[in-house]
């Protein structure tokens, strides 16, 4: 072992003495691995500084126009499988591995360029065998464990995709029976935030604070009420289920994937007449409604994202087939403004073609994802550059996002955008997540 030990060694000292320039050509060489490349970054500090640098990420196609996302960038997208119906009563067999699988977004493609489709989650023998992504934020995945013999639970758990096995976390199922509570045992809702999120909330005891926190809501029809659970991975336990009362009489609305201001999430919920954020704490111990002050007067329903410094914001298509971006001011509870006092209005782009419907959002990248369905394209809009560019244009490749029965499309409900967060991506590394 010694003699591979000084090999290695060996290896190491004439990789660290190689001059810059020469380190960034094996880089680019590297770069349509992209995978590897991000790998190579958390080696040392110096191979993250070359990589990271602005004019290299140029180079090899990964970095955004605004350097103020530097340091974050949308990579692709997760997307589970169909799962394989399994009877009760069957015996168990050991199913075939099909974790979710992964597609790369490519910001400019070629004629002849196409999409790769793979899947680099470690499956730990079969863990996520048919798991479904739910929402991934800074670095980390949240998917939903599929357990054909224990339904009346719900499975989850969280990883960081780049690390591998040891970065995984299975969640235990809330403790409360949720058929004896006349609860859906499916969710309508559900979130992760992070010690980050703390962090940029302005928490001064977040070292304190746990390495993450899930959150999800689910229905008591009986009740018509809603019940918000949350876990923290540092007590690896879920808190006991706070009432929502105030959704009484909504409907939600929008991404059932919370969108994250801070140390609260927020998702949205309707009368059919005005829109409200239902405002959760991380760690389900306060709840508040709040109504959006803006008129919506095309009766679509506004979409939830964050810009700026976790400013809760909303893209909205008015009647002129323009669409808006509307941004709050403060991040407070004080709603005591009439009309629209509070809230920043922008255009983001006219619609040269109706048809546009809002897919998803990748919240650091400050990114959304639509389609218009006249010439099946789907692009990406910079909510702060407003540069639009489309990312995906083959017809297979866009049944990833959108089903076809005859003339019939519908949206495909189960992606989940992926972001590679480079704070993140060290953290994780460094604590051993």
């Known amino acids: 072992m010694q003699p591979r030990s000084i090999a290695k060694r060996r290896a190491v000292d004439a990789a660290d003495v190689l001059p810059d320039d020469l380190l960034h050509e094996i880089f680019a060489r590297v770069a349509p691995g ?3 490349l991000i790998r190579c970054a958390g080696t040392c500090a110096r191979w993250f500084r070359l990589i ?11 970095s955004p126009e605004n350097t103020r996302h530097r340091f974050s960038f ?21 199913i075939s591995d099909s974790p979710p699988r992964f597609f790369r977004l490519r910001a400019q493609q070629t004629g002849g360029e196409r999409l790769t489709f793979t899947s680099f ?9 048919y798991a479904k992504p739910l929402v991934s934020h800074r670095g980390l995945l949240l998917m939903r464990r599929r357990m054909p013999h224990d339904l009346e639970k719900i499975h989850l758990a969280v990883c960081h995709p780049l690390l591998g096995a040891r970065s995984t976390r299975l969640l235990p199922p809330p403790p409360q029976d949720l058929g004896t509570m006349g609860v859906w045992y499916d969710m309508t809702g559900y979130a992760l935030v992070t010690a980050a999120d703390h962090r940029a909330a302005g928490d001064l005891d977040h070292r304190r604070q746990p390495l993450f926190q899930v959150l999800f809501t689910t229905i008591c029809f009986q009740k018509k009420r809603v019940y918000a659970f949350s876990y923290s991975s540092a007590t690896n336990s879920w808190s006991a289920p706070i009432k929502c009362s105030q959704t009484f009489g909504l409907t939600r609305s929008g991404p059932l994937a919370g969108v994250v201001s801070g140390s609260i999430v927020h998702w949205l919920y309707t009368n059919n007449i005005n829109f409200y954020t239902l405002n959760i704490f991380a760690d389900a111990t306060h709840v508040s409604l709040t109504e959006i002050p803006i008129e919506l007067k095309s009766g679509l329903p506004p979409f939830p994202c964050i810009v700026g410094e976790g400013k809760l914001s909303f893209v909205y298509t008015s009647t002129d087939n323009v669409l808006e971006l509307w941004t709050k001011r403060e991040q ?18 006219p619609l040269e073609v109706k048809g546009i419907e809002i897919l998803s959002f990748a919240e650091r990248s400050c990114v959304i994802l639509m389609m218009q369905k006249e010439c099946p394209t789907i692009f990406s809009l910079d909510l702060v550059t407003k540069k639009i560019q489309p990312v995906i244009r083959e017809n297979r490749n866009l049944a990833m996002f959108y089903s076809y029965n005859g003339d019939e499309m519908w949206r495909c409900k189960n992606h989940v955008l992926y972001e590679i967060d480079w704070p993140s991506y060290l953290f994780h590394l460094s604590a051993g997540s």
């Not at 990271?52 to 990964?62: C, D, K, N, Q, S």
């Not at 949308?74 to 050991?94: Q, S, T, Y």
């Not at 989650?121 to 065998?129: L, Q, R």
């Not at 009309?339 to 922008?346: A, D, F, L």
């Open 74 to 94: 949308l990579f692709g997208a997760f997307f589970g499988p169909e799962a394989i119906p399994v009877h009760l009563n069957a015996p168990r067999k050991r």
């Open 34 to 36: 992209l995978l590897d």
């Open 121 to 129: 989650i470690h499956n730990n023998n079969g863990t996520f065998n």
């Open 52 to 62: 990271t640098g602005p004019a290299f990420l140029r180079r090899v196609g990964i």
């Open 332 to 349: 407070d509870n004080d709603h005591s403004a009439e009309g629209k006092e509070g809230w920043v209005q922008s255009e983001l782009m």
